[in-house]
Nanobody
Framework: QVQLVESGGGLVQPGGSLRLSCTAS???????MNWYRQAPGKQRELVAG???????YYTDAVKGRFTISRDNAKNTVWLQMSSLKPEDTAVYFC?????????WGQGTEVTVSS
C-alpha cells in the first residue's frame, strides 16, 4: 500500500502561479509519477508525468506553462503551474501506477478566477 498526500492548491488569479506537492508514504523511485485533473462535469485527464529516468511528458494544454519534477530522496513530486488560466480550474490528483496497482491521492483543488 502507498498513500499519496497532495497539497498546494488554492485560489489564484488568472496569470498567477501555484506549486502542487505530492508526497508518497514509501519510495516510488522506480515508477512514473503523474498528475491528473478533473474539472466539474468533465472526465479526469492526465496533465503531466515524470518517469523514473526523469523524462517528462505534458498534455498539450499545459506545455510551456507547467513543470513537473521529483525528488526521490523525499518521495515527492511537484507540479509548478504558471500563467494559470480559468480553464485550469479543477481538482488535481497525484497518481502512482505500479502496473499491478493504481494509487491516487485525495486531490487538491485549484481555482483560477478573478
Amino acid at each position: 500500500q502507498v498513500q499519496l498526500v497532495e497539497s498546494g492548491g488554492g485560489l489564484v488569479q488568472p496569470g498567477g502561479s501555484l506549486r502542487l506537492s505530492c508526497t508518497a508514504s514509501r519510495s516510488t523511485t522506480t515508477y512514473a509519477m503523474n498528475w491528473y485533473r478533473q474539472a466539474p462535469g468533465k472526465q479526469r485527464e492526465l496533465v503531466a508525468g515524470i518517469f523514473a529516468t526523469g523524462t517528462t511528458y505534458y498534455t498539450d494544454a499545459v506545455k510551456g506553462r507547467f513543470t513537473i519534477s521529483r525528488d526521490n530522496a523525499k518521495n515527492t513530486v511537484w507540479l509548478q503551474m504558471s500563467s494559470l488560466k480559468p480553464e485550469d480550474t479543477a481538482v488535481y490528483f497525484c497518481n502512482l501506477n505500479t502496473g499491478a496497482y493504481n494509487y491516487w491521492g485525495q486531490g487538491t483543488e485549484v481555482t483560477v478566477s478573478s
